[in-house]
Nanobody, 122 residues
Framework: QVQLVESGGGSVQAGGSLNLSCVAS?????MAWFREAPGKEREGVAA???????SYVDSVKGRFTISRDNAKNTVYLQMNSLKPEDTALYYC???????????????????WGQGTQVTVSS
């Protein structure tokens, strides 16, 4: 069992930035982020692996950057140029295997954190 703890959410105005962090209790191959907005399907956003292969869905490419510190079992999501449509509960996910990222499936989804809220106002 891997436990994940997210932090870094908050409220910002459009165009602002936030940096999410997620610490895992153990080392896993894939670490990724999903988000869920009210009334919408949960969406895979970005993923990375322990050998450093980041991937993004089109809606966040060029604005979000996922990175990882393997020594600390921590994954980060730097979010720039935030838009109101980025408002959602952001979940950290992790697993021992990885598949190509899609918005519906993410890139891994074995273990989930509790989520951290991101609110972007216009």
């Amino acid at each position: 069992q891997v436990q994940l703890v997210e932090s870094g959410g908050g409220s910002v105005q459009a165009g602002g930035s936030l940096n999410l962090s997620c610490v895992a209790s153990g080392n896993t191959y894939c670490m990724a982020w999903f988000r869920e907005a009210p009334g919408k399907e949960r969406e895979g956003v970005a993923a990375t692996t322990s050998d450093g292969s980041p991937s993004y869905v089109d809606s966040v490419k060029g604005r979000f950057t996922i990175s990882r510190d393997n020594a600390k079992n921590t994954v980060y999501l730097q979010m720039n140029s935030l838009k109101p449509e980025d408002t959602a509960l952001y979940y950290c996910v992790s697993d021992f295997f990885h598949y190509p990222l899609t918005s519906t499936m993410g890139a891994c989804n074995g273990y989930w954190g509790q989520g951290t809220q991101v609110t972007v106002s216009s």
